[in-house]
């Protein structure tokens, strides 16, 4: 598969993958290997806060760079702003990622 991942199993209630290429953050938010197919269907909760946690920490700082930003525009605050907008939606789809476990066809995606 040129995405990746593959599909495991498939049962009414959730679809199990295998991906071969994974992000850094993917590795550290995986489900254990001996995990089972009796999935409960609760999202990662520590997940979903540290996720959450960051958003309010990037927002805070977007909210800071917008007030001073007559003081403080230049090349490197740009490259900064667009990092942080980067990592802020890479958390957003963790987040939407983490509701959307019983789709097939996000988990192919």
């Known amino acids: ?3 990746g991942c ?3 199993h498939t049962q009414a209630s959730h679809t199990k993958c295998l991906c071969h290429q994974l992000a850094t953050f993917a590795i550290l938010a995986q489900q254990p290997r ?3 197919m009796d ?3 609760v999202p990662s909760v520590p997940l979903m806060i540290g996720c ?3 958003c309010m920490a990037l927002l ?3 909210a800071v760079y917008a007030a001073f930003w007559r003081f403080i525009k230049s090349e490197r605050s740009i490259i900064l702003l667009n990092f942080c ?3 802020m939606a890479s958390n ?3 987040l939407v990622g983490q509701t959307q476990i019983h789709s097939k066809g996000v988990c192919m995606m």
């Open 52 to 54: 959450g946690i960051a």
């Open 92 to 94: 957003i789809l963790i």
């Open 60 to 62: 805070t700082l977007l």
């Open 39 to 41: 999935f409960t269907g």
């Open 34 to 36: 001996d995990s089972s």
């Open 1 to 3: 598969d040129p995405q």
């Open 85 to 87: 907008l980067s990592i």
């Open 6 to 8: 593959e599909t495991v």
